[in-house]
Structure formats: structure tokens, C-alpha cells
């Protein structure tokens, strides 16, 4: 016989009062209850003296806890499977179903709940100091600084596409501050939420707006958000091919390819540079044919996803080099830029959406669409992160003490490829990792296998994503050692 079911409301109202957000944990404790009342024989027998609700209490409780220690916290929350609190009835949702974790965010997870304490996180691409800890700007405290003092700024709502002064800065610093798309005011730029915002803004527009096929064009091998990211905003997205395992390189052919067997006027997707996952860029012959592919023959629309801007090379100006090389013949593209690596501005949400075009009477109307766009979705960014960043691009000094930060960032990357590529080699470890100091920006695509990368993370701790990228900007030189044997490890084993 099934033990009686406690009123669910007290348990939820009991286990309240244990937690630390009531939110998080009553929702959450109502999943644990309707999860163990499915398998009610099964929670007897686990500890037939303990009253249920205290059980599901205490490991509720510790659940919320470990998980409220990482800065992502609130992202882990297990979704409730049926939830059946309220009026006694079923849940009009209980038909909901459990989504798939994200495969980036379900990394950091999964590195929370791992106790070890030599655990290393090499999943997100997120930079970390040489001590494994998260980086502020020296630039960004200085600018954080200056804004605190200055009692004449309030806490208004900025216009629907941010600070103009924000949009302005931000197109010169991708476009050249002597881009003749600025001069002629063929350009629209909305200040969004960090580069997914961009994108997801973008998408909508084309959506809406463009007269070409509603189609976008994404590499194979991409950020996995993308995936999402255009289908949500209204966009059929197709694949083009891009890596090739067997060289570890572009795979140039099949790119030009398949792009050119597109339908004619087309959106395609391009990483302005240090494609993420791969680390594996156009050479500048193969971008010049490829803007030949997309303007000459077939028409694409460009829309540019830069994330990375000054974190490839450490400049900021070469790593906008193909986006330049777009604007400036005169076409038209879109492009995303996010702040969230090169400025450290994760959290702060801060991007800029620029479309240019041939026409300024075309552009103006652009903002207008543009802008109704994002009223009804979140009717205006938010203030502070822009306004950090038009400090600093507002000002010769922090915008020269910038770029040496960003440098160094870069720097201690480049050195964390050259480091596990050495720490490989005096293993003597098979395959060929050449392509680690190779590939370009924040992640090696390692080319190791989900089950290699599963085998690491048992037996080493080492956290990364399935399809084997390693944030470089994760690593330090305590941990390279540990991620050498990791790799040597797992080749051997799955060899
Ligand atoms: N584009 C690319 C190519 C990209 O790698 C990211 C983030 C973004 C856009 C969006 O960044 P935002 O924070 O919205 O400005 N990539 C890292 C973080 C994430 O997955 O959200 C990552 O790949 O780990």
C-alpha cells in the first residue's frame, strides 16, 4: 500500500521556510513531492523512519543550496516535471515536457555539482585570470568609478534603441571611425542585449522586413544558440558547411558550395572572426572570394556575428578586418556586436545591432522597424553597461588602456594554446595537436570524441563541451598539466 500523500501546500509552505529563495525552492519543491509521489514505494523504502516531507525538505534543500554557490545558479533550476500545486486538480501544464539542457550552461552545471576540489571548468567561453578567477577591467572599475561619482545621472528609461552616443561609438569601433557608410548615415544601430540580443533583434527584422528568401544560411559547426536563435525569431535556418575534421581546417570547398547552391538574396551567417567552436577562419584570399560569392553571384545578405572583436589577434582593428571589407564595397549587411568578452561586460548584456544599407531615407525607416521590434519584446536596454562603454570608447586614455588589457587577455590565450601544446608534446601524446596552436580565439576545438571528453570529465574533472571545444580562456598554467594528462589519458584509452 502507498503511504498517504501530505498536503502538498504545507510541505511547499514548510520547506519555504528552510530555503533561501522561496521562489526557486517551492517550485522546485513541488517537483521533488510530484516526482516521489510517482515513486512513492520506492521513497519508503529509502528511509521508511523519515517522514516524507522532511526527506524531500532536506534534499531539496541541499539541492538549492550547492546550486546557489555558482554565479549561474538560478540557471540549474530542475524543471518541475508536473507540478500539481495550487487548486487540488491536475496542472493545466502537466503535459510541459523537460527541455534539453543547453550544452554550454549544462557544463557549468554539471561543474557546480562536481565536489572535487581540483575541478576545472573549460566549457563556457568565459576568461579567467591566471588564478582561475573571473576578470574585471581595470578599464571597466575606472569607468564604474567615474559614473558612480557623477550624481547628475538618473535611472530613466533610455530610448527603445539605447544611447545614440552608445550606437555611434559602437559602429565606429567595428566599421573604422572613417567608414563612408557612418559619413553617408546609411547605417542603423541599435544598442541590444549583448550579442544575442543582436542576433535575435536581426533575425526578427529580416523576418519581417527583408524582401530575399526568409532563409539564413548558419556554418554546420557553430554556436549552438544560433540553432535557436533564428528559428525563434521567424527565420528558416539552413547549414553550409565549414569544418572539415579530417584537416581540422576550413572546409573552403564545401562552404563555397554550398553557399553557391543557396537560393539567390539569401541571409548568411559569418563569424567576423575566431569562430567559435572551430578557432578556424577564412584566410583574407578566401574571404575576398567569398564576399565575391555573396555579392557578386549570388546576392547574399551578410549578417555578421562578432563576439570576439580584439580577442583573436588582440587587435581590434584586424579582427574587424572582413566586416570592413563588406561594408565598405557599398553592400549591404548586418552585423552583431557584443561586449560581453572583449570588454568583460558578460553579465551587463551590453551589444549593438548595426544594419547598413545603400540609402539613408532607406536606413531611417530601418530604425523605425527596428525599434518595433524591440518595444513589444523588452521595450529598452538597460543603462549601466552602455554607459561603461561609452566611457571608455568616449575616452582617448581608457580607450588606450583598453586595448592593452584586451591584449593581454588575448596574450595569456595564445600562451594557454602554446603551453597544453608543449605539455602534449613532452607527453608524447598520439594524434597531432598542431591545430591547438593554430586555431584562432578563445577555444581549441580539441577533435577529441564525446566519449574521450566524458572520460575526462569522470576521471580528471575536466569540464568542457560534448563535442570536445576547450576554452582556452579557462585554462591557466596550474591546470594545463592536469588537462595534458587528461587529453593523454583519453587518447590512450579510446585510442
Ligand atoms: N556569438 C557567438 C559566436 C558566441 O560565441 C557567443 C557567446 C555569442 C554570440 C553571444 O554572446 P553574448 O553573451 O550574448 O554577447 N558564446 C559563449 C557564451 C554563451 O554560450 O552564451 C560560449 O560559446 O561559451
Not at 533575425?203 to 530575399?212: D, I, P, R
Amino acid at each position: 500500500m502507498a503511504a498517504p500523500f501530505p498536503n502538498l501546500q504545507s510541505l511547499v509552505d514548510m520547506t519555504n521556510s528552510l530555503h533561501r529563495d522561496r521562489m526557486i525552492e517551492s517550485l522546485d519543491t513541488s517537483a521533488v513531492l510530484v516526482k516521489r509521489k510517482e515513486n512513492e514505494h520506492r521513497v519508503r523504502s529509502e528511509s521508511p523512519t523519515l517522514p516524507a516531507f522532511a526527506r524531500l525538505a532536506i534534499s531539496s534543500r541541499a539541492r538549492i543550496e550547492r546550486r546557489m554557490e555558482g554565479p549561474m545558479a538560478s540557471i540549474s533550476l530542475a524543471p518541475a516535471p508536473a507540478a500539481t500545486a495550487g487548486c487540488g486538480s491536475g496542472s493545466r501544464f502537466a503535459h510541459v515536457q523537460q527541455a534539453p539542457e543547453d550544452p554550454i550552461y549544462g557544463v557549468t552545471n554539471a561543474f557546480l555539482k562536481d565536489p572535487s576540489p581540483v575541478k576545472v571548468n573549460l566549457g563556457v567561453g568565459a576568461y579567467r585570470t591566471e588564478e582561475g578567477k573571473p576578470l574585471v577591467l581595470n578599464v571597466v572599475r575606472k569607468a564604474e568609478e567615474q559614473l558612480l561619482a557623477d550624481k547628475s545621472r538618473n535611472k530613466e528609461y533610455l530610448p527603445i534603441s539605447g544611447i545614440t552616443h552608445f550606437s555611434r561609438l559602437s559602429a565606429q569601433l567595428i566599421l573604422g571611425s572613417d567608414c563612408p557608410a557612418i559619413a553617408e548615415k546609411r547605417i542603423v544601430t541599435a544598442q541590444c542585449l549583448s550579442g544575442t540580443g543582436c542576433l535575435r533583434v536581426g533575425g526578427e527584422f529580416l523576418a519581417k522586413h527583408y524582401s530575399g528568401p526568409k532563409i539564413i544560411y548558419i556554418p554546420a559547426t557553430t554556436w549552438t544558440n544560433h540553432f535557436r536563435i533564428f528559428p525563434n525569431a521567424g527565420m528558416e535556418a539552413r547549414t553550409y558547411r565549414y569544418y572539415d575534421p579530417k584537416t581540422k581546417g576550413l572546409d573552403y570547398e564545401g562552404m563555397m558550395e554550398d553557399l553557391r547552391a543557396a537560393p539567390s538574396g539569401a541571409v548568411v551567417l559569418l563569424h567576423a572572426c575566431a569562430h567559435n567552436p572551430t578557432g578556424v577562419d577564412p584566410t583574407r584570399e578566401q574571404w575576398a572570394e567569398i564576399q565575391h560569392l555573396v555579392r557578386d553571384e549570388k546576392q547574399l545578405l551578410p549578417f555578421f556575428d562578432s563576439a570576439y572583436q580584439g580577442f583573436a589577434s588582440g587587435s581590434l582593428d584586424a579582427d574587424a578586418w572582413a566586416v570592413r571589407q563588406f561594408v565598405n564595397d557599398g553592400g549591404e549587411t548586418l552585423v552583431a556586436q557584443s561586449y560581453a568578452k572583449n570588454m568583460g561586460l558578460y553579465g551587463e548584456r551590453v551589444g549593438a545591432l548595426s544594419v547598413i544599407v545603400k540609402d539613408p531615407d532607406v536606413a531611417l525607416r530601418i530604425e523605425s522597424q527596428v525599434n518595433l521590434v524591440i518595444r513589444p519584446m523588452y521595450s529598452s536596454p538597460p543603462t549601466f553597461g552602455a554607459a561603461i562603454v561609452c566611457t571608455i570608447l568616449g575616452n582617448k586614455a581608457l580607450y588606450e588602456e583598453w586595448k592593452v588589457e584586451l591584449k593581454g587577455m588575448a596574450d595569456r590565450i595564445i600562451s594557454m594554446r602554446h603551453q597544453l601544446f608543449d605539455a602534449l608534446k613532452a607527453r608524447a601524446t598520439p594524434g597531432t595537436w598542431d591545430h591547438i596552436v593554430n586555431q584562432i580565439g578563445m577555444f581549441t576545438y580539441s577533435g577529441l570524441s564525446k566519449e574521450q571528453v566524458e572520460y575526462m570529465k569522470t576521471e580528471y574533472h575536466i569540464h568542457m563541451t560534448s563535442d570536445g571545444r576547450i576554452s582556452m580562456a579557462g585554462l591557466n598554467t596550474r591546470t594545463v598539466p592536469q588537462l595534458a594528462d587528461a587529453i593523454h589519458a583519453a587518447v590512450l584509452q579510446f585510442a
